[in-house]
C-alpha cells in the first residue's frame, strides 16, 4: 500500500527535521521540503489518474475544454498554496504562510470566475 510508504516518509522526514531544528535549523527546512517533494513525486501516479477521470466526466457531460483547463489550474494552485504555505509555517513564519494561503484562495476565486459566470447564465437562462 502506497499510504503506508507515503506515511512512513512523512514520519522519517518529520523525525529528522525535528532533530536537526536544534542543530542546524536550515539544514532541516531543507530536510523538510526534500520530504515534502519525495510524498509529491510518489503521488505523481495519482494525479495522473485524477486528470484522466475529471477530463473523462467533463468530456460526458459535454462541457468546453477551458473548463478542464480551469478545473486543472485551481487544483494545482490549491496544492501550491498548500505546500509553500507548509513549507513557509514549518520555518517559523505562520503570519507569511497565512498571506500564502489567501493569496491562492484569491487566485483560485479569480481562475473560477469565468466558471461562475456561465453559471449565472445557464441559471438566468432556465428561468
Known sequence: MDILKIAAVGIITAFCSLTLKENKSSLSIVVGLAGGCVIIFMLLDYFADIFINITSVIER???????????????GIGYITEFSAGIVEDAGSKSVAEKIVMAGKVIILIVSMPMINALFDLISELF
Open 61 to 75: 457531460a459535454g462541457i468546453q475544454s477551458n473548463v478542464l483547463k480551469s478545473v486543472i489550474k485551481i487544483i
